[in-house]
């Protein structure tokens, strides 16, 4: 079955191609040290203040976006053929049942709270951060929100568009943090801030 599923999914073809390419080349290169970056954000931040040690170290990282890397540029040709082709997919997803519309808003709810609570990712952006990385924490946010408002609509293009802007937002501030000391290690010190 091809990347877009087989029935004309152009449109997530190329979001999802973009992404990869760039987070996957971004990451994958440590272009501007945003390989050690994101190790250390992932290390600090856990959904329930557990105690995170990882198995994993900035090697991996790497090699996990290379993987990306290498899918991200076929599967953005591939979703460029078919938006060429006139095929950029559905545009309307069907009606959710009931218990995903009511249930939706609480998990974009969570998420938003993961994402602020006092050891969330963007918490730190907002209160100790540029103007930059304020404005990137911002349109993650809203990018968030809008997420959810259209998965509950059903706009296909719109829950693409969202996600792809909240991802261009990350990579904004992955690529403006600063890169973590490799003399400290964050099973010694857990920032629980």
């Not at 309307?92 to 974009?108: K, R, S, W, Y």
């Not at 693409?160 to 261009?168: N, P």
Request: net charge positive; aromatic share 10%.
């Amino acid at each position: 079955m091809a990347a877009g599923g087989g029935n004309g999914g152009g449109l997530f073809s190329v979001a999802w191609g973009l992404w990869a390419t760039g987070f996957g080349w971004i990451i994958a290169t440590d272009f501007r040290g945003a390989a050690r970056r994101f190790h250390g954000m992932s290390q600090k931040f856990t959904l329930f203040d557990r105690a995170s040690t990882s198995v994993n170290g900035v090697g991996f990282v790497r090699c996990v976006a290379g993987v990306f890397a290498l899918a991200g540029p076929p599967i953005l040709v591939f979703g460029i053929v078919e938006l060429l082709k006139g095929q950029p997919g559905p545009t309307q997803l069907p009606e959710p049942p009931l218990a995903v519309t009511l249930t939706t808003p609480l998990f974009g709810a969570v998420g938003l709270w993961a994402l602020y609570r006092r050891s969330g990712p963007l918490r730190h952006y907002w209160v100790d951060g540029t103007a930059l990385q304020r404005a990137a924490a911002t349109v993650i946010t809203a990018a968030v929100i809008a997420f959810w408002v259209t998965v509950l609509l059903g706009n296909v293009p719109a829950i693409v568009t969202s996600w792809l802007v909240g991802g261009l937002a990350g990579l904004t501030l992955l690529l403006t943090t600063p890169v973590p000391s490799t003399a400290s290690q964050p099973s010694d010190s857990p920032d629980k801030s």
